[in-house]
């Protein structure tokens, strides 16, 4: 016989029987979570140093035992069980084999951490993530539907719209981002007539670096660049700053208020996006042609009118209507892709700098997969 009592511990364990017979485990004292470490630690040397043929868990002497404890008997159980140790449980209270029987509910009802889990296999994988994709895209689609029947509700009912809310945001997204667009283009515009200009000054067709840089710049370059600058610096703070709200709960009080958290939060940010992300994209389509330019004047003898006029030239309106399209459909992509991110957390900081994250990826990646469909359409439209 063996026993071992500490109120330090706040329980005592006994044992009785001989190695590789029948044992039986007495308690006494409070089994809680702050003694269960050391429970579990007893328990398991003393069932090692035994082996046992079978095991009995007198609980009689037990005058405290909450969730944690019986969450650690269950563990002892199964654990045994598992070495082929049949357990049996003795003596305890009504209010014990309440607890134990309900822990234990609980338990297999939410995943039983004893057994080991299986990895899964190579294929199974791959399903699991196919259906994590799928139901981000049904998830994803059904919030850019919502978000524009909001939109067209709002604009039919203009009351309904927080107009100041939307100016701020085209100030904050449009003006405040004018240097970096301006800078970024001008200086794209300038690469591309230098490296041009060094091929096909080779064949005396200087004047075609016009050319080749209103094309590049406004059809696709000025587009698509204003896009990802205009996600990396809105569509970020659109998702971390609705994912602030959701962690405080301020989403969730202002629907208790009456307020429509999508027409309240999202409209304004998606009717700005409309509104400033063409005005950006021509800002950076002329950005580009100056910095082109500056390469055709200085070191491929053009004039500037010259230079203009070739460019007024390749340049129809056509063009430019359809380099206006696409700045529509990434407006919506960055606004819709930033809100759902932001709606969508769930945890603290730590989850809104993940969302911030999510949404530039993704709206850069949409943004690509757009433009790559508008070049399809346009080439087969003749455009």
Not at 113 to 138: K, R
Not at 173 to 195: C, H, K, Q, Y
Not at 335 to 364: E, K, L, M, P, Y
Request: proline share 3%.
């Amino acid at each position: 016989m063996s026993r071992n009592e500490s109120s330090d511990k706040g329980y005592g364990l006994s044992s009785e029987g001989s190695p590789g017979g029948a044992a039986v485990f007495s308690l006494s004292g409070r089994l809680t979570l702050a003694s269960l470490e050391a429970f579990r630690r007893e328990a398991a040397a003393l069932i090692d140093a035994l082996a046992p043929s079978s095991l009995s868990l007198e609980l009689s002497g037990l005058s405290s035992l909450d969730s944690a404890g019986a969450l650690g008997l269950l563990r002892l159980q199964a654990e045994a069980t598992q070495r082929g140790i049949p357990v049996a449980v003795a003596g305890n209270s009504e209010q014990a084999g309440r607890l134990l029987a309900l822990v234990g509910e609980r338990t297999k009802r939410g995943k039983d951490p004893l057994p080991a889990a299986a990895s899964p296999g190579f294929f199974e994988e791959i399903g699991g993530n196919m259906v994590s994709l799928m139901h981000g895209l049904v998830d994803d689609i059904s919030f850019q539907g919502e978000l524009l029947f909001d939109t067209i509700r709002g604009c039919l009912n203009p009351r309904s719209v927080r107009w100041k809310d939307v100016l701020f945001y085209m100030r904050r997204a449009g003006v405040n981002g004018l240097p970096i667009v301006g800078l970024i283009s001008f200086l794209l515009g300038f690469i591309i007539a230098f490296m041009s200009s060094l091929q096909l000054k080779q064949f005396g067709a200087n004047l075609f670096v016009a050319d080749l840089v209103a094309i590049a710049v406004v059809r696709e370059l000025g587009p698509i660049m204003t896009a990802i600058l205009v996600a990396g610096r809105s569509g970020s703070a659109f998702a971390a700053e609705i994912g602030t709200m959701q962690v405080n709960e301020e989403v969730d009080a202002l629907a208790t208020m009456g307020f429509d958290p999508m027409l309240f939060l999202s409209v304004p940010k998606l009717l700005a996006m409309l509104a400033i992300l063409p005005v950006l994209t021509i800002y950076a389509d002329i950005l580009g042609i100056l910095g082109g330019l500056v390469i055709g004047v200085t070191a491929l003898d053009l004039t500037f009118r010259s230079y203009m006029a070739e460019t007024h030239s390749v340049l129809s309106a056509t063009v430019i209507f359809a380099s206006l399209i696409k700045t529509v459909a990434f407006a919506v992509l960055i606004a819709t892709v930033g809100c759902q991110r932001g709606f969508r957390v769930q945890g603290g900081a730590d989850a809104v700098g993940a969302a911030a994250t999510s949404a530039v990826v993704t709206a850069i990646f949409l943004i690509i997969i757009a433009d790559s469909v508008f070049a399809v359409i346009l080439q087969y439209l003749g455009i």
